[in-house]
C-alpha cells in the first residue's frame, strides 16, 4: 500500500540554526501538505501546496518557513532560523485531488528538537 | 474561524465494553469531517469521511455517524488493539467559498482499552 515518507524521524538542532524537513508523498498525489503537533496539543495545519505553489498557509507559517517540491518526489519543509517553540512533530500529507473531497494520509513524522 | 472540540478526554474501557466518542464542531461550509487513529509517535492514520449529515460509515468494531453540529464514533466490542488517540478533524471553506485541504483537528480522545 502506497504510503508517506518523511526523514529523518528525529532532527535535533541548535537555536538559531537552519533545518530541513523531507517529504516523500505518495506518487500520484498532487496536494501536499504540512502540519505540527506541539507535545501535548493538537494537530495544527501549517501550509498546503500544489502546482509548485502555496494554495493556504496559517498565521503560524511566517517567514522563518518555506516550501519546496525540488523534483518529482520529494517535498521539503525548511525552517530558517530554528527558535525553542520551533520543537515539535512535523507531519507531511498528501491527497490525490480536492474537486472532490481527498482524504490526505500522513506520513510518521520528524521530531524536531531545538536546543 | 472553524472549531472542533472532543469529547471525553480520556476514555477508559473494558475489553468488550462498547461506547462512543463525540466531536462537535462549528465550520463555514463542512466540506468534509474526517477520523483519524494516533497511535503514540505516530502519524494521524486515517479511518473515515464523511460529507454530509446522516451518513454513517463503519470499519470493522468502528462506526462514524454525523449530523450538522457533531459527530460520533462508536466503538463495539472493543479489543486492546484499539487503545490509541482518536482524532476528528473538519475541512471547510475560506471566506472566498473555496477550500485549499486545510484540516482543523480536535485535541483527541485518548481510548484506553484493558483487557
Known amino acids: 500500500e502506497p504510503e508517506v515518507t518523511q526523514t529523518p524521524s528525529h532532527q535535533v538542532t541548535q537555536m538559531g540554526q537552519e533545518v530541513i524537513l523531507r517529504c516523500v508523498p505518495i506518487s500520484n498525489h498532487l496536494y501536499f501538505y504540512w502540519y505540527r503537533q506541539i507535545l501535548g496539543q493538537k494537530v495544527e495545519f501549517l501550509v498546503s501546496f500544489y502546482n509548485n505553489e502555496i494554495s493556504e498557509k496559517s498565521e503560524i507559517f511566517d517567514d522563518q518557513f518555506s516550501v519546496e517540491r525540488p523534483d518529482g518526489s520529494n517535498f521539503t519543509l525548511k525552517i530558517r532560523s530554528t527558535k525553542l517553540e520551533d520543537s515539535a512533530m512535523y507531519f507531511c500529507?498528501?491527497?490525490?485531488?480536492?474537486?472532490?473531497?481527498?482524504?490526505?494520509?500522513f506520513g510518521p513524522g520528524t521530531r524536531l528538537t531545538v536546543l | 474561524e472553524d472549531q472542533v472540540t472532543q469529547s471525553p478526554e480520556a476514555l477508559r474501557l473494558q475489553e468488550g465494553e462498547s461506547s462512543s466518542l463525540n466531536c462537535s464542531y462549528t465550520?463555514?461550509?463542512?466540506?468534509?469531517l474526517f477520523w483519524y487513529r494516533q497511535d503514540p509517535g505516530k502519524g494521524p492514520e486515517f479511518l473515515f469521511t464523511?460529507?454530509?449529515a446522516g451518513e454513517e460509515k463503519e470499519k470493522e468494531r468502528l462506526k462514524a455517524t454525523l449530523t450538522k453540529k457533531e459527530s460520533f464514533l462508536h466503538i463495539t466490542a472493543p479489543k486492546p488493539e484499539d487503545s490509541a488517540t482518536y482524532l476528528c478533524a473538519v475541512q471547510g471553506t475560506n471566506a472566498g467559498g473555496t477550500s485549499y485541504g486545510k484540516l482543523t483537528f480536535g485535541q483527541g480522545t485518548i481510548l484506553t482499552v484493558h483487557p
Open positions: 500529507a498528501s491527497s490525490a485531488g480536492l474537486a472532490l473531497i481527498y482524504t490526505q494520509y
Open positions: 465550520v463555514s461550509g463542512l466540506r468534509g
Open positions: 464523511l460529507y454530509s
